[in-house]
């Protein structure tokens, strides 16, 4: 058998393989989670700032002095 051929065997065999697909596929799920929850996250963030910021006004100007 020449070499080529070999070659071209070990190709579509290695094509063919699945064994290792999940493993991907559970690690794209995790990264798509990861960036949809960073989105998320990144969108409340400033609501949550003039939220606190808002609470941080109002109890100073209610303490008495």
Excluded at 43 to 55: E, T, V
């Amino acid at each position: 058998m020449k070499a080529i051929e070999k070659c071209k065997m070990q190709i579509q065999r290695f094509a063919k393989d699945e064994s290792g697909l999940s493993a991907v596929e559970y690690g794209l799920l995790a990264a798509g989670i990861a960036i949809g929850l960073w989105t998320i996250l990144a969108g409340i963030s400033g609501d949550l700032q003039g939220i606190f910021n808002s609470i941080k006004a109002d109890l100073a100007s209610a303490s008495p002095t």
